[in-house]
């Protein structure tokens, strides 16, 4: 079991009420809260995203990843169980695996040669007994020293659906429990026990805090204003049939939309994304079919506080993977991914369709910049703050998208977890 030592992290920010509708900039510019937000969200009592079973299908396959700003090592080891462990020798402290995919028998730290099982137990100590010269034995280590005290650090680990999380406590609730019925039902609804096949990678840094992109994806407000592909073919905008739902900590969310006509309506005209002009020279773009799985609606999207996104936009569905570093950027890593019984042609209208989305995607593209123009305000205005009171100033789901109800839901939790009571 992984345990930490939180150290002194001064209360700096200052709210105007006991509401979350008004959140101050300083939620994303100090370094002590995000040093805060490390130990109390992805270090202790929080399950991670770290990846899908897909990406190792075979013994000894190892993705290396991160969990909050600690690199960690997803692994099926040599009797076909999924671990992860900590990217950290024992010994010295080395990051000892530098690629990113790959299969191996055993680690070995390149700086001395210590080795490792795929479970992360030590099994091979360089002249752990010394070296014999001149009929005597020079150096080795002390007579108590015991390899089995001294393995990686091996992480709490739940799958579910082909789905890997990971938690650095040991301590943590199940999965289930931390997901809450409500978004497991949406869970389960993607992840439904179809084998997954993996089709591709995207990643990118962005100049902005980890949380705006959680943000980003539990606010129905942006995507019909922001976004001229959803606005103007009808994927995601507000005269679409929609509803919101949270977990009962209001830590996780699900945005539900059911697309509409596209072209123009009443409540779109005058939005100045909406381009009635705008054509596709190529209309296999919109060659969307309809799956028995999704039930109804034909995109839902999943906030996983707080490290990961589930995307299904029709027919392409993928993983959103938050990666912070620092305070004011984070690296996000996009896992395209289908089903292992989709047809050929299914199989190449989820990567069409993938063109949407990720760093260069017709939709997110926008997503990046916006962000990065939002921490740029933030840091040069740290003592104001934003206003999140579309729909009203309190937390609760809805049948509607005019709302930012998930983002005042969101920072509700994160002020419970946050703030020191007295």
Same mark, same amino acid.
Not at 117 to 142: C, I, S
Not at 221 to 233: A, D, E, K, N, S
Not at 236 to 257: F, G, P, T, V
């Given at each position: ?32 809260? &995000? ?12 399950? =991670? ?13 190892? *993705? ?40 191996? *028998? ?5 700086? &001395? ?10 099994? +091979? @100590?360089?002249?752990?007994?010394? @070296? #014999?010269?001149?009929? #005597? ?34 301590? @943590?609730?199940? /999965? ?19 084998? /997954? ?13 980890? *949380? ?21 073919? +009808?994927?995601?905008?507000?005269? =679409? ?22 072209? #123009? ?34 995109? @839902? ?19 959103? &993977? ?13 896992? &395209? ?54 729909? +009203? ?27 020191? *009571?007295?």
């Amino acid at each position: 079991m992984n345990t930490t030592t939180e150290g002194t992290f001064p209360d700096r920010i200052r709210w105007e009420s006991d509401g979350t509708s008004r959140i101050p900039f300083m939620a994303y510019t100090d370094p002590a809260q &995000h040093r805060k937000e490390l130990e109390r969200f992805f270090y202790t009592r929080h399950w =991670n995203y770290v990846g899908l079973e897909a990406e190792v299908p075979n013994n000894g396959d190892f *993705k290396r990843t991160v969990i909050g700003e600690r690199s960690v090592i997803l692994v099926r080891d040599a009797e076909g169980e999924i671990r992860v462990v900590e990217n950290v020798c024992a010994h010295r402290g080395m990051q000892f695996c530098r690629e990113r995919h790959g299969n191996k *028998k055993e680690f070995v730290c390149p700086y &001395h040669q210590w080795s490792y099982t795929l479970k992360g137990d030590l099994q +091979g @100590v360089p002249f752990r007994r010394g @070296v #014999k010269q001149d009929g #005597k034995v020079n150096g080795g280590m002390p007579a108590d020293f015991k390899t089995t005290d001294h393995g990686l650090n091996q992480l709490k680990v739940a799958t579910r659906g082909g789905v890997v999380f990971a938690s650095f406590d040991h301590e @943590v609730e199940s /999965l289930e429990d931390f997901l809450g019925p409500v978004i497991l039902g949406y869970f389960d609804r993607l992840f439904n026990g179809r084998k /997954l096949t993996i089709l591709g990678y995207n990643r990118q840094r962005i100049p902005g805090n980890w *949380k705006l992109m959680q943000e980003n994806i539990k606010d129905p407000y942006h995507p019909g204003l922001l976004h001229t592909w959803f606005v103007t073919f +009808g994927l995601w905008r507000a005269d =679409n049939k929609s509803e919101l739902k949270m977990d009962a900590h209001h830590r996780h969310a699900a945005m539900i939309s059911t697309r509409g006509q596209s072209g #123009k309506a009443d409540q779109v005209t005058q939005v100045s994304s909406f381009k009635e002009s705008m054509q596709l020279h190529d209309p296999r773009f919109l060659d969307i079919v309809p799956e028995p799985w999704w039930g109804g609606p034909t995109a @839902v999207m999943t906030t996983l506080f707080p490290s990961v996104i589930l995307q299904q936009q029709v027919n392409s569905v993928s993983t959103r &993977h938050i990666q912070p570093d620092g305070h004011g950027a984070f690296d996000f890593v996009w896992t &395209h991914f289908g089903f292992e019984d989709d047809t050929p042609e299914m199989t190449q209208r989820r990567l069409r369709q993938a063109n949407l989305f990720g760093p260069a995607g017709f939709v997110s593209a926008d997503d990046g910049e916006v962000i990065e123009f939002s921490q740029q305000g933030f840091e040069q205005k740290p003592h104001h703050r934003t206003l999140a009171e579309l729909g +009203g100033r309190e937390v609760g789901d809805t049948d509607h998208m005019v709302t930012e109800t998930l983002i005042r839901g969101m920072y509700k939790y994160w002020r419970e977890v946050m703030e020191d *009571k007295a």
